[in-house]
């Protein structure tokens, strides 16, 4: 039976002070405060602006033993230019190098659409991007229906990438409850069940969203499930409104220690 890791997706949010981060906590302390608390963080801020092997460096140094999964840019998953994307691959390659480096690279994350439907183009281009980084620790998240399928698990089994397990809201066309492992590694991200603000609103008010302990349960007996496949299992909250990621990410860690105990002779 593999580990598992448990985190949040981003760290560095101002309204996480009192709920979370001590009061008059300064922002670059939260880092090393959240690393006392976890052993691994899911880096967002990526996506948006290309890191900085520089400031990646610095966050290793200022987090002890804290690993890293990264999102990778929304040029090479959500708005990609044919001609520009493989040189904004190659500098983000070169920005992970610290945590490489430093050993504290759990993985890349390629999160793709709702738009990134099961055609040709997306599929060569997946295809692709996923060549530019052979070698390095991968996951893919599909957020809807298409890539669901046989063929697509195949592929990622004889690439060693992870196919991300996903738990969202149980609307049509998004993905399926799909636990597979196609890695040593394997990877499950909590978004929330909003079924009323998935569509049509703003990140905030879709991931805005705690999970019940009977939901985090289920959530876990998945993980249990999960986890006798894989070395290893990164889990990451999602729903980081108010703190919330924090407070189901504490809770899930003290369920999975219980069945840990009702499960051992």
Same mark, same amino acid.
């Given at each position: 039976?593999?580990?598992?890791?448990?985190?949040?997706?981003?760290?560095?949010?101002?309204? !996480?002070?009192?709920?979370?981060?001590?009061?008059k906590t300064r922002q670059e302390d939260?880092?090393?405060?959240?690393?006392?608390?976890?052993?691994?963080?899911?880096?967002?801020?990526?996506?948006?602006?290309? +890191?900085?092997?520089? *400031?990646?460096?610095?966050?290793?140094?200022?987090a002890g033993s804290l690993s890293y999964?990264?999102? %990778?840019?929304?040029?090479?998953?959500?708005?990609?230019?044919? *001609?520009? !994307? *493989?040189?904004?691959?190659?500098?983000?390659?070169?920005?992970?190098?610290?945590?490489?480096?430093?050993?504290?690279?759990? %993985?890349?994350?390629?999160q793709f659409p709702f738009s990134f439907?099961?055609?040709?183009?997306?599929?060569?281009?997946?295809?692709?991007?996923?060549?530019?980084?052979?070698?390095?620790?991968?996951?893919?998240?599909?957020?809807?229906?298409?890539?669901?399928?046989?063929?697509?698990?195949?592929?990622?089994?004889?690439?060693?990438?992870?196919?991300?397990?996903?738990?969202? +809201?149980?609307?049509?066309?998004? +993905? +399926?409850?799909?636990?597979?492992?196609?890695?040593?590694?394997?990877?499950?991200?909590?978004?929330?069940?909003?079924?009323?603000?998935?569509?049509?609103?703003?990140?905030?008010?879709?991931?805005?969203?705690?999970?019940?302990?009977?939901?985090?349960?289920?959530?876990?007996?998945?993980?249990?499930?999960?986890?006798?496949? %894989?070395?290893?299992?990164?889990?990451?909250?999602?729903?980081?409104?108010?703190?919330?990621?924090?407070?189901?990410?504490?809770?899930?860690?003290?369920?999975? %220690?219980?069945?840990?105990?009702?499960?051992?002779?």
């Open positions: 039976m593999g580990t598992i890791a448990i985190g949040t997706s981003g760290y560095s949010y101002n309204e !996480w002070v009192g709920p979370f981060y001590p009061p939260y880092l090393p405060f959240y690393a006392e608390q976890f052993s691994t963080v899911e880096l967002n801020f990526s996506y948006y602006a290309m +890191p900085k092997a520089e *400031q990646l460096r610095r966050m290793v140094e200022a999964s990264i999102k %990778a840019p929304q040029s090479l998953t959500h708005k990609v230019d044919p *001609q520009k !994307w *493989q040189d904004e691959a190659k500098i983000y390659l070169t920005s992970l190098e610290p945590l490489l480096e430093a050993g504290r690279l759990e %993985a890349v994350l390629f439907h099961y055609e040709a183009d997306n599929r060569r281009h997946l295809a692709n991007v996923l060549n530019e980084f052979a070698g390095i620790p991968s996951a893919v998240e599909f957020r809807n229906t298409d890539w669901s399928n046989n063929r697509v698990i195949d592929e990622l089994k004889k690439r060693e990438i992870a196919y991300v397990s996903t738990d969202m +809201p149980d609307l049509k066309g998004l +993905p +399926p409850i799909l636990d597979v492992s196609t890695s040593s590694i394997a990877y499950f991200r909590l978004h929330g069940r909003n079924t009323q603000t998935w569509w049509g609103s703003d990140s905030r008010s879709r991931y805005d969203y705690l999970y019940s302990d009977k939901e985090l349960e289920g959530a876990a007996e998945r993980i249990k499930r999960i986890v006798v496949k %894989a070395n290893k299992i990164l889990v990451y909250f999602n729903n980081h409104a108010r703190a919330q990621a924090v407070k189901n990410a504490i809770t899930l860690k003290k369920l999975l %220690a219980q069945l840990n105990e009702h499960s051992s002779p």
